[in-house]
Structures are given as C-alpha cells and as structure tokens.
Nanobody, 111 residues
Framework: QVQLVESGGGLVQAGGSLRLSCAASGVTFSFLTVAWYRQAPGKTRAWVADITSVGSTSYASSVRGRFIISRDNAKNTVYLQMNSLKPDDTAVYYC?????WGQGTQVTVSS
C-alpha cells in the first residue's frame, strides 16, 4: 500500500521561506517521479514542480527561481524548498507519485 505524507506547512510572512517534505512508503521510492501540486481556495489543483528518478527537475513558471525540489532516496523523501514566498503561494500543497496523493499540507503567506 503506497502512502505519501506531507509535512512542513505553516504560516509565514511574505518574503519568507518554508521547506515541505513528502515521505513515501510502500513503494520503491527511487524509481518514482514525484510531483508537488497546490490548490488555492476556489481554484483547481495546479502542478508546481516534479523530480524524476534520476533527479531531473521541472518547475511551473510561477515558482521557477524561487522553489527548489529535491529528493533523498535513502530517506524515501522529496522536499520542496520555497523561498521568497508571496501571498499568491497560499494553498494546500500535495505531493503525488505512483498515482497516489498525499493528504496535503497548508501553506499560508501573509502580506
């Protein structure tokens, strides 16, 4: 049974930073492409970034240059380092891999 668990969300002022974690179990993690998505109130879920099994990364234009996705296969964990946060980054952040979703973690950026 594949399980993805996000953590690291919270309340931060604009310009601040947060690091989200996505811990996986029940799957050979090193083979997975893992993605981060976010869903703001009243909006559809949107792709933010992803990282392949070999470490190639891609980013949405809205976060490129501010967010960094990385992985630690020894810890079965993918991270999303979020810098220079803006109020528009406020959303529930989800990780996705192997057709499974985590439960999400709330990120709130105050102006």
């Amino acid at each position: 049974q594949v399980q993805l668990v996000e953590s690291g969300g919270g309340l931060v002022q604009a310009g601040g930073s947060l690091r989200l974690s996505c811990a996986a179990s029940g799957v050979t993690f090193s083979f997975l492409t893992v993605a981060w998505y976010r869903q703001a109130p009243g909006k559809t879920r949107a792709w933010v970034a992803d990282i392949t099994s070999v470490g190639s990364t891609s980013y949405a234009s809205s976060v490129r240059g501010r967010f960094i996705i990385s992985r630690d296969n020894a810890k079965n964990t993918v991270y999303l380092q979020m810098n220079s946060l803006k109020p528009d980054d406020t959303a529930v952040y989800y990780c996705h891999g192997n057709s499974n979703w985590g439960q999400g973690t709330q990120v709130t950026v105050s102006s």
